[in-house]
Protein backbone atom coordinates (compact mmCIF):
# COMPACT_ATOMS: atom_id res chain seq x y z
CA UNK A 1 0.00 0.00 0.00
CA UNK A 2 1.33 4.01 -0.96
CA UNK A 3 -0.05 6.78 -0.43
CA UNK A 4 -0.73 8.93 -3.27
CA UNK A 5 -0.87 12.81 -2.96
CA UNK A 6 -2.14 14.99 -5.45
CA UNK A 7 -1.35 19.35 -5.01
CA UNK A 8 -2.89 22.56 -6.71
CA UNK A 9 -4.24 21.93 -10.09
CA UNK A 10 -4.24 18.68 -10.24
CA UNK A 11 -5.89 18.48 -7.26
CA UNK A 12 -9.02 20.25 -8.61
CA UNK A 13 -8.46 18.40 -12.13
CA UNK A 14 -8.49 14.80 -10.15
CA UNK A 15 -11.00 15.77 -8.25
CA UNK A 16 -9.07 14.49 -4.71
CA UNK A 17 -6.03 15.48 -2.56
CA UNK A 18 -5.19 11.68 -1.80
CA UNK A 19 -6.07 7.85 -2.21
CA UNK A 20 -4.61 4.82 -0.67
CA UNK A 21 -3.24 2.33 -3.69
CA UNK A 22 -2.30 -1.42 -3.64
CA UNK A 23 0.77 -1.72 -6.01
CA UNK A 24 0.72 -4.18 -8.30
CA UNK A 25 3.54 -6.02 -8.79
CA UNK A 26 4.93 -4.95 -11.91
CA UNK A 27 5.10 -1.24 -10.58
CA UNK A 28 8.20 -0.34 -9.33
CA UNK A 29 9.00 2.75 -9.93
CA UNK A 30 7.25 6.53 -10.76
CA UNK A 31 7.20 5.76 -14.30
CA UNK A 32 5.50 2.73 -13.62
CA UNK A 33 3.00 3.86 -11.56
CA UNK A 34 2.20 7.29 -13.71
CA UNK A 35 1.40 4.85 -16.62
CA UNK A 36 -1.06 3.37 -13.79
CA UNK A 37 -2.84 6.28 -13.41
CA UNK A 38 -2.93 7.33 -16.47
CA UNK A 39 -5.02 4.03 -17.44
CA UNK A 40 -8.16 5.59 -15.48
CA UNK A 41 -8.62 8.02 -18.91
CA UNK A 42 -10.06 11.45 -18.67
CA UNK A 43 -8.46 13.65 -16.11
CA UNK A 44 -5.98 11.28 -14.69
CA UNK A 45 -4.38 11.04 -18.55
CA UNK A 46 -4.43 14.04 -19.46
CA UNK A 47 -2.96 15.31 -16.37
CA UNK A 48 -0.43 13.26 -16.49
CA UNK A 49 0.67 12.63 -20.02
CA UNK A 50 3.42 15.37 -19.33
CA UNK A 51 1.88 18.36 -21.61
CA UNK A 52 1.64 20.63 -18.60
CA UNK A 53 4.22 20.06 -16.81
CA UNK A 54 4.31 18.02 -13.72
CA UNK A 55 6.77 17.01 -10.55
CA UNK A 56 7.07 14.20 -8.21
CA UNK A 57 8.29 13.48 -4.74
CA UNK A 58 8.61 10.51 -2.70
CA UNK A 59 8.32 10.61 1.15
CA UNK A 60 8.89 14.04 0.53
CA UNK A 61 12.32 14.44 -1.34
CA UNK A 62 11.84 15.39 -5.22
CA UNK A 63 12.14 12.45 -7.26
CA UNK A 64 12.73 11.12 -10.96
CA UNK A 65 10.50 8.95 -13.62
CA UNK A 66 13.36 6.25 -12.24
CA UNK A 67 13.08 7.16 -8.37
CA UNK A 68 12.18 3.59 -7.25
CA UNK A 69 9.02 3.40 -4.89
CA UNK A 70 7.70 0.45 -2.89
CA UNK A 71 5.31 -0.12 0.42
CA UNK A 72 4.51 2.04 2.70
CA UNK A 73 5.80 5.08 0.14
CA UNK A 74 4.76 8.53 0.35
CA UNK A 75 3.96 9.97 -3.19
CA UNK A 76 2.79 13.35 -4.36
CA UNK A 77 2.37 14.56 -7.65
CA UNK A 78 2.54 18.29 -8.27
CA UNK A 79 2.85 21.38 -10.51
CA UNK A 80 6.02 23.03 -10.72
CA UNK A 81 5.94 25.19 -7.14
CA UNK A 82 4.98 29.14 -7.48
CA UNK A 83 6.04 30.20 -3.57
CA UNK A 84 7.79 33.04 -2.24
CA UNK B 1 13.16 25.87 14.78
CA UNK B 2 14.41 28.15 11.54
CA UNK B 3 11.39 27.46 9.00
CA UNK B 4 7.85 28.48 10.21
CA UNK B 5 4.94 27.86 8.18
CA UNK B 6 1.98 29.90 8.98
CA UNK B 7 -1.34 31.73 8.15
CA UNK B 8 -0.47 34.94 10.15
CA UNK B 9 1.00 37.99 9.25
CA UNK B 10 4.85 38.26 10.60
CA UNK B 11 6.90 41.36 12.31
CA UNK B 12 10.18 41.56 10.16
CA UNK B 13 11.86 43.87 12.71
CA UNK B 14 10.98 41.25 15.74
CA UNK B 15 12.57 38.42 13.40
CA UNK B 16 15.46 40.42 12.69
CA UNK B 17 16.22 41.17 16.14
CA UNK B 18 15.51 37.81 17.30
CA UNK B 19 17.94 35.53 14.54
CA UNK B 20 20.98 37.98 16.22
CA UNK B 21 20.00 38.14 19.61
CA UNK B 22 22.72 37.02 22.25
CA UNK B 23 25.15 37.03 19.40
CA UNK B 24 27.54 39.76 19.65
CA UNK B 25 29.53 38.48 16.62
CA UNK B 26 27.05 39.25 14.25
CA UNK B 27 27.23 42.74 12.21
CA UNK B 28 25.36 42.33 9.16
CA UNK B 29 21.88 40.96 8.95
CA UNK B 30 20.22 40.81 5.40
CA UNK B 31 16.65 40.46 5.40
CA UNK B 32 13.82 39.57 2.28
CA UNK B 33 10.04 40.12 2.54
CA UNK B 34 8.13 38.97 -0.54
CA UNK B 35 4.62 41.06 -0.90
CA UNK B 36 1.50 40.40 -2.73
CA UNK B 37 1.58 42.65 -5.71
CA UNK B 38 -2.26 44.19 -6.81
CA UNK B 39 -1.28 42.98 -10.56
CA UNK B 40 0.51 39.85 -12.02
CA UNK B 41 1.03 38.54 -15.56
CA UNK B 42 -1.60 41.60 -17.04
CA UNK B 43 -4.14 41.24 -14.64
CA UNK B 44 -5.31 42.81 -11.44
CA UNK B 45 -5.07 40.41 -8.52
CA UNK B 46 -7.94 40.83 -5.86
CA UNK B 47 -6.43 37.41 -3.63
CA UNK B 48 -5.55 34.62 -3.47
CA UNK B 49 -5.16 31.06 -1.80
CA UNK B 50 -1.47 29.57 -0.69
CA UNK B 51 -1.42 26.14 -0.75
CA UNK B 52 1.32 24.00 0.24
CA UNK B 53 2.65 20.28 1.14
CA UNK B 54 2.90 20.27 5.11
CA UNK B 55 6.26 18.11 6.15
CA UNK B 56 7.86 18.50 2.97
CA UNK B 57 7.75 21.92 2.88
CA UNK B 58 9.33 22.70 6.35
CA UNK B 59 11.86 19.68 4.85
CA UNK B 60 12.74 21.49 1.43
CA UNK B 61 13.50 25.00 3.33
CA UNK B 62 15.43 23.31 5.95
CA UNK B 63 17.80 21.75 3.49
CA UNK B 64 18.13 25.11 1.45
CA UNK B 65 19.24 26.74 4.35
CA UNK B 66 21.36 23.39 5.53
CA UNK B 67 23.29 24.49 2.00
CA UNK B 68 23.52 27.69 2.18
CA UNK B 69 25.00 27.16 5.41
CA UNK B 70 27.99 25.05 4.20
CA UNK B 71 28.22 27.81 1.01
CA UNK B 72 28.65 30.88 2.72
CA UNK B 73 30.17 32.04 6.16
CA UNK B 74 26.63 32.80 7.67
CA UNK B 75 25.60 32.34 11.59
CA UNK B 76 21.85 31.81 11.11
CA UNK B 77 18.92 31.95 8.85
CA UNK B 78 14.91 32.40 9.67
CA UNK B 79 12.52 31.71 6.61
CA UNK B 80 8.93 32.78 7.41
CA UNK B 81 6.31 31.73 4.85
CA UNK B 82 2.44 32.26 5.07
CA UNK B 83 0.26 29.98 3.56
CA UNK B 84 -3.55 30.67 3.23
CA UNK B 85 -5.60 33.50 1.82
CA UNK B 86 -3.67 36.32 0.81
CA UNK B 87 -4.34 39.97 -0.63
CA UNK B 88 -2.62 42.60 -2.65
CA UNK B 89 -0.01 44.13 0.08
CA UNK B 90 0.08 41.33 2.72
CA UNK B 91 3.46 39.74 3.23
CA UNK B 92 3.88 36.26 1.78
CA UNK B 93 7.73 35.36 2.62
CA UNK B 94 9.99 36.74 5.21
CA UNK B 95 13.98 35.01 4.78
CA UNK B 96 16.78 36.62 7.34
CA UNK B 97 20.74 36.33 7.84
CA UNK B 98 22.65 36.39 10.28
CA UNK B 99 26.62 36.75 9.50
CA UNK B 100 30.05 38.82 10.66
CA UNK B 101 30.28 40.87 7.37
CA UNK B 102 27.78 41.78 4.66
CA UNK B 103 28.52 39.71 1.80
CA UNK B 104 28.04 36.91 2.86
CA UNK B 105 24.65 37.73 4.27
CA UNK B 106 24.04 39.08 0.84
CA UNK B 107 24.43 36.36 -1.04
CA UNK B 108 23.16 33.89 1.33
CA UNK B 109 19.63 35.40 1.23
CA UNK B 110 19.32 36.30 -2.03
CA UNK B 111 20.68 32.39 -2.55
CA UNK B 112 17.45 30.67 -0.09
CA UNK B 113 14.81 33.14 -1.88
CA UNK B 114 16.02 31.83 -5.20
CA UNK B 115 16.24 28.62 -4.54
CA UNK B 116 12.66 28.68 -2.06
CA UNK B 117 11.19 29.75 -5.65
CA UNK B 118 11.86 26.35 -7.45
CA UNK B 119 12.52 23.97 -4.72
CA UNK B 120 9.78 24.55 -1.75
CA UNK B 121 6.37 23.11 -2.70
CA UNK B 122 3.87 26.51 -2.65
CA UNK B 123 1.62 26.86 -5.00
CA UNK B 124 -0.73 30.51 -5.68
CA UNK B 125 -4.04 30.53 -6.82
CA UNK B 126 -5.18 34.28 -7.73
CA UNK B 127 -8.48 35.61 -7.73
CA UNK B 128 -8.60 37.82 -11.30
CA UNK B 129 -11.41 39.79 -12.95
CA UNK B 130 -11.53 36.74 -15.71
CA UNK B 131 -11.80 34.46 -12.47
CA UNK B 132 -9.37 32.18 -10.85
CA UNK B 133 -5.69 30.68 -12.28
CA UNK B 134 -2.89 28.98 -10.42
CA UNK B 135 0.11 30.87 -10.95
CA UNK B 136 2.35 29.27 -13.45
CA UNK B 137 6.00 28.53 -12.38
CA UNK B 138 8.69 31.39 -14.31
CA UNK B 139 11.20 30.65 -16.52
CA UNK B 140 13.22 33.55 -15.03
CA UNK B 141 13.27 31.99 -11.66
CA UNK B 142 14.48 28.64 -12.80
CA UNK B 143 17.48 30.80 -14.46
CA UNK B 144 17.67 32.78 -11.17
CA UNK B 145 18.16 29.26 -9.22
CA UNK B 146 20.64 28.07 -11.58
CA UNK B 147 23.24 31.22 -11.32
CA UNK B 148 23.83 29.43 -8.19
CA UNK B 149 24.65 25.80 -9.46
CA UNK B 150 28.55 25.14 -8.32
CA UNK B 151 30.88 23.34 -10.46
CA UNK B 152 32.36 20.24 -9.40
CA UNK C 1 13.34 61.98 4.03
CA UNK C 2 14.87 59.17 2.18
CA UNK C 3 18.11 59.67 4.20
CA UNK C 4 17.97 60.33 8.50
CA UNK C 5 20.99 60.86 10.17
CA UNK C 6 20.40 60.53 14.70
CA UNK C 7 21.28 58.91 17.50
CA UNK C 8 18.21 56.98 18.28
CA UNK C 9 18.11 53.26 17.41
CA UNK C 10 15.39 52.56 14.47
CA UNK C 11 13.17 49.81 14.60
CA UNK C 12 13.89 47.81 10.91
CA UNK C 13 10.19 46.42 10.71
CA UNK C 14 8.83 49.67 10.53
CA UNK C 15 10.55 51.33 8.51
CA UNK C 16 9.73 48.08 5.72
CA UNK C 17 6.55 48.98 6.47
CA UNK C 18 6.30 52.62 5.78
CA UNK C 19 8.73 51.98 2.68
CA UNK C 20 6.33 50.09 1.10
CA UNK C 21 3.18 51.90 2.34
CA UNK C 22 0.40 52.67 -0.05
CA UNK C 23 1.99 51.04 -3.32
CA UNK C 24 0.11 47.67 -4.44
CA UNK C 25 3.31 47.27 -6.50
CA UNK C 26 5.98 46.83 -4.29
CA UNK C 27 6.29 42.78 -4.44
CA UNK C 28 9.92 42.76 -2.72
CA UNK C 29 11.59 44.50 -0.53
CA UNK C 30 15.08 43.90 0.77
CA UNK C 31 16.76 45.37 3.99
CA UNK C 32 20.15 45.21 5.17
CA UNK C 33 20.76 45.93 8.86
CA UNK C 34 24.67 46.61 10.31
CA UNK C 35 25.05 45.88 13.79
CA UNK C 36 28.49 46.73 15.90
CA UNK C 37 30.37 43.94 16.98
CA UNK C 38 32.34 43.19 20.16
CA UNK C 39 35.52 42.23 17.94
CA UNK C 40 37.04 44.16 15.48
CA UNK C 41 40.78 44.13 13.80
CA UNK C 42 41.43 41.31 16.78
CA UNK C 43 40.86 43.52 19.93
CA UNK C 44 37.70 42.91 22.03
CA UNK C 45 35.54 46.46 21.44
CA UNK C 46 33.62 47.99 24.34
CA UNK C 47 32.17 50.69 22.65
CA UNK C 48 32.39 53.63 19.71
CA UNK C 49 31.99 56.65 18.99
CA UNK C 50 30.41 57.29 15.79
CA UNK C 51 30.96 61.28 13.76
CA UNK C 52 29.86 62.23 10.88
CA UNK C 53 29.82 65.43 8.32
CA UNK C 54 26.19 66.92 8.99
CA UNK C 55 25.09 67.95 5.61
CA UNK C 56 27.65 66.42 3.53
CA UNK C 57 26.35 62.81 4.82
CA UNK C 58 23.05 63.56 3.89
CA UNK C 59 24.17 64.68 0.25
CA UNK C 60 26.80 62.08 -0.18
CA UNK C 61 23.66 59.54 0.74
CA UNK C 62 21.10 61.16 -1.32
CA UNK C 63 23.47 61.01 -4.25
CA UNK C 64 24.07 56.98 -3.91
CA UNK C 65 20.25 56.73 -3.76
CA UNK C 66 19.92 58.44 -6.97
CA UNK C 67 22.55 56.44 -8.31
CA UNK C 68 20.92 53.43 -7.17
CA UNK C 69 17.50 54.29 -8.64
CA UNK C 70 18.83 55.40 -12.20
CA UNK C 71 20.58 51.51 -12.33
CA UNK C 72 17.98 49.45 -11.02
CA UNK C 73 14.16 48.91 -11.44
CA UNK C 74 13.32 49.91 -8.01
CA UNK C 75 10.22 51.86 -6.20
CA UNK C 76 12.53 53.63 -2.66
CA UNK C 77 15.23 53.12 -0.85
CA UNK C 78 16.16 54.56 3.32
CA UNK C 79 18.87 54.65 4.56
CA UNK C 80 18.81 55.54 8.44
CA UNK C 81 22.07 55.92 10.42
CA UNK C 82 23.15 56.11 13.22
CA UNK C 83 26.27 58.71 15.13
CA UNK C 84 27.28 59.53 18.36
CA UNK C 85 27.74 56.37 21.56
CA UNK C 86 27.01 52.78 20.37
CA UNK C 87 27.78 49.33 22.15
CA UNK C 88 27.99 45.83 20.41
CA UNK C 89 25.29 44.76 19.37
CA UNK C 90 23.53 48.05 18.74
CA UNK C 91 22.28 48.60 15.52
CA UNK C 92 24.42 50.94 13.34
CA UNK C 93 22.48 51.33 9.78
CA UNK C 94 19.67 50.24 8.20
CA UNK C 95 19.01 50.45 4.03
CA UNK C 96 15.32 49.20 3.21
CA UNK C 97 14.76 49.11 -1.01
CA UNK C 98 11.51 48.61 -2.67
CA UNK C 99 10.65 47.28 -5.54
CA UNK C 100 8.74 45.05 -8.15
CA UNK C 101 10.63 41.94 -8.19
CA UNK C 102 13.32 40.45 -5.98
CA UNK C 103 16.50 40.63 -8.15
CA UNK C 104 16.33 44.57 -8.24
CA UNK C 105 15.69 44.61 -5.01
CA UNK C 106 18.85 42.78 -3.79
CA UNK C 107 21.79 44.25 -5.80
CA UNK C 108 20.49 47.81 -5.51
CA UNK C 109 20.36 47.36 -1.53
CA UNK C 110 24.05 45.67 -1.97
CA UNK C 111 24.96 48.57 -3.69
CA UNK C 112 23.97 50.97 -1.35
CA UNK C 113 25.60 49.93 1.18
CA UNK C 114 28.87 49.43 -0.55
CA UNK C 115 29.04 53.07 -1.80
CA UNK C 116 27.84 54.09 1.68
CA UNK C 117 30.87 52.38 2.94
CA UNK C 118 33.68 54.11 1.10
CA UNK C 119 31.53 57.21 0.34
CA UNK C 120 29.75 58.95 3.33
CA UNK C 121 31.47 60.93 5.53
CA UNK C 122 30.95 58.67 8.93
CA UNK C 123 34.44 58.03 11.16
CA UNK C 124 34.37 55.34 14.25
CA UNK C 125 36.58 55.51 16.87
CA UNK C 126 36.33 52.45 19.09
CA UNK C 127 37.55 51.91 22.29
CA UNK C 128 39.26 48.64 22.93
CA UNK C 129 41.46 47.29 26.37
CA UNK C 130 44.34 48.66 24.46
CA UNK C 131 42.83 52.35 24.46
CA UNK C 132 40.82 54.08 21.67
CA UNK C 133 41.48 54.19 17.65
CA UNK C 134 40.25 55.71 14.91
CA UNK C 135 38.99 52.90 12.64
CA UNK C 136 40.99 52.34 9.57
CA UNK C 137 39.17 52.17 5.98
CA UNK C 138 39.31 48.32 4.79
CA UNK C 139 40.67 47.25 1.27
CA UNK C 140 38.10 45.12 1.30
CA UNK C 141 35.44 47.77 1.00
CA UNK C 142 36.92 49.45 -1.89
CA UNK C 143 36.81 46.03 -3.93
CA UNK C 144 33.44 45.36 -2.80
CA UNK C 145 32.96 49.48 -3.98
CA UNK C 146 34.51 48.64 -7.50
CA UNK C 147 32.61 45.81 -8.54
CA UNK C 148 29.62 48.07 -9.17
CA UNK C 149 31.87 50.71 -11.54
CA UNK C 150 30.00 50.92 -14.92
CA UNK C 151 31.95 50.42 -18.30
CA UNK C 152 31.35 53.27 -19.97
CA UNK D 1 37.52 83.65 3.47
CA UNK D 2 36.89 80.42 3.50
CA UNK D 3 35.75 77.54 5.89
CA UNK D 4 38.18 75.08 6.98
CA UNK D 5 36.73 71.57 8.45
CA UNK D 6 38.72 69.23 10.34
CA UNK D 7 37.25 65.68 11.26
CA UNK D 8 37.80 62.39 13.33
CA UNK D 9 41.77 61.51 13.37
CA UNK D 10 42.34 65.04 11.74
CA UNK D 11 40.64 66.81 14.32
CA UNK D 12 41.81 65.15 16.77
CA UNK D 13 45.89 65.90 15.86
CA UNK D 14 45.45 69.58 14.51
CA UNK D 15 43.75 70.33 17.99
CA UNK D 16 40.95 72.01 16.10
CA UNK D 17 37.66 71.37 14.18
CA UNK D 18 37.34 73.93 12.40
CA UNK D 19 38.17 77.69 11.13
CA UNK D 20 37.80 80.45 9.03
CA UNK D 21 40.89 81.35 6.83
CA UNK D 22 41.78 84.47 4.70
CA UNK D 23 43.10 82.99 1.26
CA UNK D 24 46.21 84.31 0.02
CA UNK D 25 45.97 85.28 -3.61
CA UNK D 26 48.51 82.64 -4.69
CA UNK D 27 46.18 80.27 -3.34
CA UNK D 28 43.63 78.74 -6.24
CA UNK D 29 43.15 74.81 -5.47
CA UNK D 30 43.38 72.34 -2.99
CA UNK D 31 47.63 71.57 -3.47
CA UNK D 32 48.00 75.02 -2.56
CA UNK D 33 45.44 75.06 0.86
CA UNK D 34 47.66 72.19 1.77
CA UNK D 35 51.23 73.31 0.88
CA UNK D 36 49.63 76.65 3.02
CA UNK D 37 48.68 74.55 6.14
CA UNK D 38 51.91 72.39 6.15
CA UNK D 39 53.98 75.41 6.08
CA UNK D 40 52.55 75.78 9.88
CA UNK D 41 54.80 73.00 10.80
CA UNK D 42 53.81 70.20 13.81
CA UNK D 43 51.08 68.05 13.33
CA UNK D 44 49.75 70.05 10.69
CA UNK D 45 52.96 69.24 8.16
CA UNK D 46 52.71 65.56 9.64
CA UNK D 47 49.29 64.56 8.99
CA UNK D 48 48.81 66.49 5.95
CA UNK D 49 52.00 64.81 4.54
CA UNK D 50 50.22 62.47 2.91
CA UNK D 51 51.73 59.43 5.04
CA UNK D 52 48.60 58.31 6.16
CA UNK D 53 45.74 58.98 3.63
CA UNK D 54 43.77 61.98 3.74
CA UNK D 55 40.44 62.69 2.03
CA UNK D 56 39.15 66.12 1.41
CA UNK D 57 35.92 67.91 0.15
CA UNK D 58 34.97 71.08 -1.13
CA UNK D 59 31.27 72.22 -0.45
CA UNK D 60 30.53 69.17 0.63
CA UNK D 61 31.23 67.41 -2.37
CA UNK D 62 34.78 65.00 -2.81
CA UNK D 63 37.21 67.02 -4.04
CA UNK D 64 40.72 66.11 -5.58
CA UNK D 65 44.10 68.16 -5.13
CA UNK D 66 43.63 70.16 -8.81
CA UNK D 67 40.26 71.04 -7.68
CA UNK D 68 39.66 74.97 -7.71
CA UNK D 69 38.91 76.95 -4.34
CA UNK D 70 37.34 80.33 -4.23
CA UNK D 71 36.21 82.24 -1.16
CA UNK D 72 33.12 81.48 0.54
CA UNK D 73 34.01 77.67 0.20
CA UNK D 74 33.78 75.17 2.66
CA UNK D 75 36.61 72.88 2.65
CA UNK D 76 37.07 69.59 4.74
CA UNK D 77 39.63 67.52 5.05
CA UNK D 78 39.34 63.77 6.58
CA UNK D 79 40.80 60.82 6.69
CA UNK D 80 38.81 58.12 4.77
CA UNK D 81 35.84 57.23 5.75
CA UNK D 82 34.47 54.18 7.78
CA UNK D 83 30.78 54.34 8.59
CA UNK D 84 28.18 51.78 8.15
Keep these: MVTLIYFARLRESLGTGSEQLVLPAGVRDLNGLRALLMARGGAWASELAGNTPVRAAVNQ ?21 TGG | MP ?17 RAGNAQVGAVTAFVGVVRDMNDGSVVADMEL ?7 EKAIAEIIEQAKSRWNIFDVMVVHRVGHL ?5 IVLVVVSSAHRGDAFEACEFVMDYLKTRAPFWKKEQTPHGARWVESRASDDVAAARWRQKD
Design chain 2, 51 to 57: EHYPGMT
Design chain 2, 87 to 91: KPTDQ
Design chain 1, 61 to 81: DMAQGETKISDGDEIAFFPPV
Design chain 2, 3 to 19: VRIQSEDFDAGREIASL
